[in-house]
């Protein structure tokens, strides 16, 4: 009994958690006249888990951020790098709303930054915690354009340099080329 009881513990060391709170994300870049104005994430909060936040939220007025005690925890995971340097993310709340059953979050993230030939942005989301995971694929991106004389080329990838959780997982990021 004494070796199944060392043998749980040995092996439950070594068992690693998993995310708890799932989100599937939507990103729009709103460029106007050569400057990328800002990022625009939406976020969803999966079924079961918006049963469970939407039981303390108001059914008299707005969703506020102050009422998504998630919230503070998904502006922490917005990564952006301008040109190969870290920029600080300042986000702005939008508004959140219950949209078929479904907690929907609206986040601005201002940029402005001049675009030039040969300019990039890389942008993700992703909890190193790993508590939260977000699922967003090449066809959740849009771009939204008004008077820029670039053109753009557009790559989603896993950044093996950035592994989390472990080394066990790597940020997927969308890199935007600007020529």
Same mark, same amino acid.
């Given at each position: 009994?004494?070796?199944?009881?060392?043998?749980? !513990?040995?092996?439950?060391?070594?068992?690693?958690?998993?995310?708890?709170?799932?989100?599937?994300?939507?990103?729009?870049?709103?460029?106007?006249?050569?400057?990328?104005?800002?990022?625009?994430?939406?976020?969803?909060?999966?079924?079961?888990?918006?049963?469970?936040?939407?039981?303390?939220?108001?059914?008299?007025?707005?969703?506020?951020?102050?009422?998504?005690?998630?919230?503070?925890?998904?502006?922490?995971?917005?990564?952006?790098?301008?040109?190969?340097?870290?920029?600080?993310?300042?986000?702005?709340?939008?508004?959140?709303?219950?949209?078929?059953?479904?907690?929907?979050?609206?986040?601005?993230?201002?940029?402005?930054?001049?675009?030039?030939?040969?300019?990039? !942005?890389?942008?993700?989301?992703?909890?190193?915690?790993?508590?939260?995971?977000?699922?967003?694929?090449?066809?959740?991106?849009?771009?939204?354009?008004?008077?820029?004389?670039?053109?753009?080329?557009?790559?989603?990838?896993?950044?093996?340099?950035?592994?989390?959780?472990?080394?066990?997982?790597?940020?997927?990021?969308?890199?935007?080329?600007?020529?």
């Amino acid at each position: 009994m004494i070796r199944i009881l060392l043998l749980f !513990l040995i092996f439950n060391i070594y068992t690693f958690a998993h995310p708890h709170v799932f989100f599937t994300s939507d990103f729009t870049i709103n460029i106007e006249n050569n400057e990328i104005k800002t990022l625009d994430i939406t976020v969803f909060l999966d079924e079961l888990n918006t049963v469970l936040f939407s039981e303390n939220l108001p059914q008299d007025r707005n969703i506020l951020q102050n009422d998504l005690p998630f919230y503070e925890n998904v502006i922490h995971d917005i990564h952006l790098e301008w040109n190969g340097a870290n920029k600080v993310v300042n986000p702005i709340f939008e508004n959140a709303s219950l949209d078929n059953g479904i907690l929907k979050l609206s986040i601005k993230v201002p940029i402005y930054e001049k675009i030039e030939s040969n300019s990039s !942005l890389i942008f993700s989301i992703y909890d190193s915690e790993y508590f939260y995971t977000y699922d967003y694929e090449k066809e959740d991106f849009h771009l939204n354009t008004n008077n820029t004389d670039f053109s753009t080329k557009l790559s989603l990838k896993e950044n093996l340099k950035k592994p989390f959780y472990y080394g066990m997982v790597y940020p997927k990021e969308f890199e935007v080329n600007f020529y």
